[in-house]
């Protein structure tokens, strides 16, 4: 098992910076990608962004140039750098870990408001 906490979501105004973090704990070791999902009222869950252990690092289109994922292997945390931020940008987000053999574990979310 793998466990995810999110952290650092909360309200900012359009043109704002938020910065997202994901702290993983169990199995660890049998992770090989995590990366962040979000989901806005009455819509589905949507990607953002990942990075595999491999080097890839993919965005969502509409993300590309704002949004910058990294990790601290240190900590086994994942960060999402979120610039420029928009109203649409607003919706819950969601940490992913994926296990080696396609195993998905996922965190609680945090919420991100951004105002016009």
């Known amino acids: 098992q793998v466990q995810l906490v999110e952290s650092g979501g909360g309200l900012v105004r359009a043109g704002g910076s938020l910065r997202l973090s994901c702290a993983a704990s169990?199995?660890?070791?049998?992770?090989?990608?995590m990366g962040w999902f979000r989901q806005a009222p009455g819509r589905e869950r949507e990607f953002v962004a990942v990075?595999?252990?491999?080097?890839?690092?993919v965005y969502a289109d509409s993300v590309k140039g704002r949004f910058t994922i990294s990790r601290d292997n240190a900590k086994n945390t994942v960060n999402l750098q979120m610039n420029s931020l928009k109203p649409g940008d607003t919706a819950v987000y969601y940490c992913n870990a994926r296990q080696t053999g396609g195993a998905d574990y996922w965190g609680q979310g945090t919420q991100v408001t951004v105002s016009s």
């Open positions: 169990g199995r660890t070791n049998t992770v090989d990608a």
């Open positions: 990075l595999s252990w491999s080097g890839t690092i």
